[in-house]
């Protein structure tokens, strides 16, 4: 398999996303603790796997974070207040 390609983007409403091979992250992300950044990475690769958000796409999250439940909350919290 070869590496995602990567691209680093000032998208409106989105911390990431992953479409057709292609991993896009904001680069508003460098705002937020490392946790969190890590948090979106691990959310975007694990969309190579699993296209949408199935059981199957947050199990295998879990299985390479398994706190990201929490780390998906504090993202959600912490979020508005970072400069958009």
């Given at each position: ?16 996303s ?17 946790s ?49």
């Amino acid at each position: 398999m070869e590496p995602p390609r990567v691209i680093v983007s000032g998208q409106e409403k989105r911390w990431g996303s992953c479409s057709k091979g292609v991993v896009r992250l904001n680069w508003r992300n460098v705002q937020a603790p490392k946790s969190l950044i890590d948090y979106v990475v691990a959310h975007e690769v694990t969309h190579l796997l699993h296209e949408d958000h199935s059981r199957a796409f947050w199990a295998a999250l879990g299985r390479v974070m398994p706190d990201y439940e929490v780390r998906k909350g504090r993202l959600r919290e912490m979020g508005p207040r970072l400069v958009w």
